[in-house]
């Protein structure tokens, strides 16, 4: 009896392991997914403009850029976001992007 629970218990203790291992990957899904969203990273741009946090701005607005771009790859895309966020850039201290794409 004593050797059935102590067999019980570490199949337990790898029954916990394993969910731990489980959770792990889909919380590394969904910011994968997420990092994936241009509106996701334009949420963090505003809240880093709101925390005065002009570094990780200009990060989040680089990424915004970026993402959007690679949903639609058109050169009218483009400059709807530069005419758009240029003026960000500048006021944080960098210039816009250059368009990435040969067409």
């Given amino acids: 009896m004593e050797s059935f629970i102590v067999i019980v218990g570490i199949i337990q203790f790898f029954v916990l392991i394993i969910f731990f291992q489980i959770a792990g ?3 590394a899904l ?4 997420t990092s994936k969203n241009p ?55 960098a210039e816009f992007p250059i368009y990435p794409f040969n067409d």
Avoid: C, M, P
Wanted: glycine share 2%; no cysteine; charged share 35%.
């Fill in 39 to 93: 509106e996701t990273w334009l949420k963090k741009y505003q809240k880093s403009i709101s925390l005065r946090r002009d570094s990780e701005a200009l990060y989040h607005l680089q990424e915004f850029v970026w993402e959007s771009l690679q949903r639609k790859k058109s050169k009218a895309k483009y400059d709807s976001l530069k005419s758009e966020y240029e003026s960000a850039f500048t006021s944080l201290g």
């Fill in 25 to 27: 990957n889909i919380e």
């Fill in 30 to 33: 969904r910011i994968r997914f």
